[in-house]
T-cell receptor, first 107, second 115 residues
Framework: GQNIDQPTEMTATEGAIVQINCTYQTSGFNGLFWYQQHAGEAPTFLSYNVLDGLEEKGRFSSFLSRSKGYSYLLLKELQMKDSASYLC????????FGTGTRLQVFP | DGGITQSPKYLFRKEGQNVTLSCEQNLNHDAMYWYRQDPGQGLRLIYYSQIVNDFQKGDIAEGYSVSREKKESFPLTVTSAQKNPTAFYLC??????????????FGPGTRLTVT
């Protein structure tokens, strides 16, 4: 079967660092996407990991361990506008989405 | 400005009526997708098309139909056979089809309410 797990909700304070985890068990793996989705809006692309390791892109970084079926999205220097849902999606022969993690950033 | 448009943003229909959701892209992408998003669930694939005049069922195609007569357009019809049509519908496109490393670009979505 195909299974992707993410925490449902997380909270953090402005200026802090937060790590959103994603574990997956899928038949096939070509890579893993992270998307950001503000309430009622379209998901927007954040990162794509194919190989193991950390990829940094400004305040956002994404990590992948294929042997552990594990990824995380790291958000630094949190801002209020980072309050959104973060979707983990595994690229097999199709894109399989997790249920998303709703992050609330408080002042 | 390139992008994906979906219209309308909100749509209300009576039970038993078919309704068509539009999706247009000017990104010159080969592949297009329709997803459904319900509270507490991940995006679920309804239909996808990797090339004009060809499309495949996704995981939850029952009660839906699509066409791909033009590269730019991929309308979705929600038929009266769909038992639970009220949802947020997202259209997406990518340069190439599923299984490739190309990210999907999403439209703004249509929120359909059927009463």
């Amino acid at each position: 079967g195909q299974n992707i797990d993410q925490p449902t909700e997380m909270t953090a304070t402005e200026g802090a660092i937060v790590q959103i985890n994603c574990t997956y068990q899928t038949s096939g793996f070509n890579g893993l996407f992270w998307y950001q989705q503000h309430a009622g809006e379209a998901p927007t692309f954040l990162s794509y990991n194919v190989l193991d390791g950390l990829e940094e892109k400004g305040r956002f970084s994404s990590f992948l361990s294929r042997s552990k079926g594990y990824s995380y999205l790291l958000l630094k220097e949190l801002q209020m506008k980072d309050s959104a849902s973060y979707l983990c999606a595994v690229n097999t022969d199709k894109l399989i989405f997790g249920t998303g993690t709703r992050l609330q950033v408080f002042p | 400005d390139g992008g994906i448009t979906q219209s309308p943003k909100y749509l209300f229909r009576k039970e038993g009526q078919n309704v068509t959701l539009s999706c247009e892209q000017n990104l010159n992408h080969d592949a297009m997708y329709w997803y459904r998003q319900d509270p507490g669930q991940g995006l679920r694939l309804i239909y996808y098309s990797q090339i004009v005049n060809d499309f495949q069922k996704g995981d939850i195609a029952e009660g839906y139909s699509v066409s791909r007569e033009k590269k730019e357009s991929f309308p979705l019809t929600v038929t009266s056979a769909q038992k639970n049509p009220t949802a947020f519908y997202l259209c997406a496109s990518s340069i190439r089809g599923q299984g490739t490393s190309y990210e999907q670009y999403f439209g703004p979505g249509t929120r359909l309410t059927v009463t």
